[in-house]
């Protein structure tokens, strides 16, 4: 009996040593952080506000660009909630790091480490009066050298006067 209950706390044991040494903090939301830089926080009538999205990727990890190789894979894409007070212009995202990963036959197009994504918004309200709060997301699949996980996604949010 003793033997029994010595091989089963050693079983609980070694299950919570695994589990020490694979967190369950590899959710694709923790591997891509956000963060926004604007031109200007001031809108002009007639002008353009340039908008720097930059996202900071964990170490060891990269998210597809936005017009990945390999049709089985999710681009990476911004979208922002409607606003009457602004229209999106141009989205300019930067040129992808080609790049053959073990799990590919062929190179991938992908963004690691940091990348910035410039957007340009134009105001079309008639008078610029008062704050506007700007919200979107960055829709993005992360992946490492060995697997993809789930696309996911992260808000974002900016204030213009």
Same mark, same amino acid.
Do not use: H, W
């Given at each position: 009996m003793k033997l029994k209950?010595?091989?089963?706390?050693?079983?609980?044991?070694?299950?919570?040593?695994?589990s020490d040494l694979h967190p369950q903090d590899i959710s694709p939301e923790k591997i891509v952080d956000v963060k926004v830089k604007t031109s200007t926080i001031r809108l002009k009538k007639e002008g353009i506000v340039d908008v720097y999205l930059i996202l900071k990727i964990k170490q060891g990890w990269h998210i597809n660009s936005d017009k990945p190789l390999d049709s089985n894979l999710s681009p990476t894409s911004i979208k922002f909630k409607d606003n009457p007070n602004f229209k999106v212009v141009k989205i %300019?995202?930067? +040129?992808?790091?080609?790049?053959?990963?073990? /799990?590919?036959? #062929?190179?991938?197009?992908? $963004?690691?480490?940091?990348?910035?994504?410039?957007?340009?918004?134009?105001?079309?309200?008639?008078?610029?009066?008062g704050k506007i709060q700007?919200?979107?997301?960055? %829709?993005?699949? +992360?992946?490492?050298?060995?697997?993809?996980? /789930?696309?996911? #996604?992260?808000?974002?949010? $900016?204030?213009?006067e």
């Open positions: 209950k010595f091989y089963i706390l050693n079983f609980f044991l070694f299950c919570i040593f695994l %300019n995202f930067p +040129p992808p790091l080609l790049k053959k990963l073990s /799990f590919s036959e #062929s190179e991938l197009a992908l $963004f690691e480490n940091e990348t910035t994504i410039k957007v340009e918004l134009k105001p079309i309200m008639k008078v610029v009066k700007v919200k979107g997301e960055v %829709n993005y699949q +992360p992946c490492n050298d060995e697997t993809c996980l /789930f696309p996911s #996604s992260k808000t974002f949010r $900016f204030i213009l």
